[in-house]
């Protein structure tokens, strides 16, 4: 008889990694720790509960990464896009579920399965070793017995309690008309060339001005719950601005040791920087900008910044409680541990956002739990895939920072383009596509060549050869 894979919490992601065994003929144990023990975000003992938000975010498949991802999902029979689909409430282009009837439906069709079995329980420790194939998919909201425990398996600066993140902007938006790169003091380090940053310049009234805003601009507060995180490694960059008008031309935003290649003559008064974010390039963050401003005043602020005016993000700043392992030093590309081959994590506690990556992440280490168990190979998404792309993120997509050795530099993120390597976009005929109309075309691109490699990687048949038998 095969043994069971073992799934640690009933949120999204193991819901859906516990479905993905399940149908692939693997007997599965889903262990839940409420109610026998509650968290301070959830409201009910439902599988999959819904904690923040109702939506699952845009459904366009064609131009939108998250509505791509949606669309893969479906393709892998994924249990959670069933449950949304079933219980759709109007939103627009989103898709956004009735809360109650998404975890019912979730909770009654896994206990209904006949190879699933749920055992309300509290794992207080790692998973015993006999469990053999086991996956951690505890969230943001980890017992506090098992966050020790993942920490001392891990190593203690492993596991991160809380997000401080600056925002991240697609290359392709920001003005280099206007910016320009160099790293400060033209510093070459580990491999670095002396311009390793893009910086965008501000003159003493645009500083002054910016000061002013960060100071006024609407905050988000802590849950009470959460308690304040703040230590000087990552103050909100308007905390700091309300330390004096000059603290952040001191810190984050020091022109000293820059030269702007467009004006050399003309010195900044401050200076913003960004940095790549991942090895494609694609992505850059701002440099000490993480912060508790709101989302929309975060782009209205940031977009005064010289150089950002048309700046499109690919995720917005924050700081929050959200239990995550530093998942590219600790985890294969199938998402197990190193150091202890069977045990794998998926969903937020691996370092991705949001409910429909969580529950792809879980979807897809439940995939590579079954094909071991089943002695087959475990091959992973090709990364033109939304799934690939999310999990080649998580488990290699950062760089480090050449100037801040052993510095955390993993973060959480949501599905976006940029984690995508490149597609060309087709040229119309007789027309050269310019501004919305390339960049949609390049979507389309991204999203065609996605669909066709996640047919391919789940064996099953072209769009052309289903629409040739139809």
């Known amino acids: 008889m095969i043994k069971p894979v073992h799934v640690i919490g009933g949120g999204l992601a193991g819901s859906e990694a516990a479905w993905q065994i399940a ?3 693997v007997s599965v144990v889903l262990h839940e720790m409420r109610p026998v023990r509650g968290t301070d975000a959830h ?27 949606h669309a893969e999902m479906r393709l892998a029979g994924s249990l959670v896009m069933a449950s949304g689909d079933a219980h759709q409430v109007p939103a627009g282009s989103a898709l956004a579920v009735d809360r ?5 439906f979730v909770t009654q ?9 749920i055992r309300r329980e509290e794992i207080g420790g790692m998973p ?15 017992a506090p017995s098992l966050a020790d425990a993942i920490a001392g398996e891990t190593g203690a600066g492993a596991l991160a309690f809380f997000d401080a993140i600056a925002p991240i902007i697609h290359f392709e938006t920001i003005d280099m008309d206007i910016c320009w790169f160099q790293s400060r003091y033209d510093k070459v380090g580990p491999g670095g060339t002396g311009k390793d940053y893009i910086n965008c310049p501000m003159d003493r009234a645009q500083y002054e001005a910016f000061v002013q805003a ?4 609407q905050k988000t507060e802590f849950k009470e719950w959460e308690g304040t995180p703040y230590f000087d490694g990552c103050l909100p960059i308007e905390v700091m601005a309300e330390r004096g008008p000059e603290t952040l031309r001191h810190g984050p935003m020091k022109p000293m040791g820059l030269t702007n290649a467009h004006n050399p003559t003309v010195k900044p008064y401050a200076v913003v920087q960004l940095r790549q974010d991942n090895a494609l390039g694609t992505l850059y963050n701002i440099v000490g900008f993480q912060t508790k401003l709101k989302h929309g005043e975060q782009v209205r602020i940031f977009r005064t910044i010289p150089g950002l005016e048309n700046a499109e993000f690919a995720r917005l700043g924050g700081l929050h409680r959200n239990t995550y392992i530093n998942s590219p030093a600790l985890l294969d590309g199938t998402l197990q541990l190193r150091s202890r081959p069977g045990l794998r994590f998926a969903g937020q506690i691996t370092g991705c956002e949001g409910y429909v990556e969580s529950a792809a992440i879980g979807l897809i280490a439940g995939r590579f739990a079954a094909a071991e168990r089943l002695g087959q190979p475990v091959t992973t998404p090709p990364p033109t895939t939304a799934f690939g792309a999310l999990l080649g993120h998580i488990t290699g997509g950062h760089i480090l ?21 490149p597609a060309q976009a087709p040229r119309a005929e007789g027309k050269r596509l310019r501004g919305k109309e ?12 996605a669909l066709a490699d996640c047919r391919a990687w789940l064996g099953l048949p072209a769009a052309a050869e289903i629409e040739a038998a139809e």
């Open 100 to 104: 109650d009837g998404f975890s019912d």
């Open 214 to 217: 960060l100071l006024d601009g």
């Open 438 to 449: 390339k960049t949609v075309a390049r979507k389309q691109a991204i999203t065609a060549r």
């Open 401 to 421: 920072s050449e100037d801040e050795p052993g510095k955390r530099s993993f973060q959480p993120m949501n599905i976006n383009f940029g984690l995508f390597p």
């Open 23 to 25: 149908e692939a003929g």
């Open 128 to 142: 015993p070793e006999e469990w053999d194939q086991t996956i951690i998919a505890t969230g943001p909201l980890t």
């Open 43 to 69: 409201k009910t003992d439902g599988l999959a509960e819904l904690v923040c938000s109702n939506s699952f975010r845009s459904d366009d498949a064609g131009t939108n990464a998250v509505g791509l991802l």
């Open 109 to 117: 069709k896994l206990e209904a399965h006949p190879l699933v079995e």
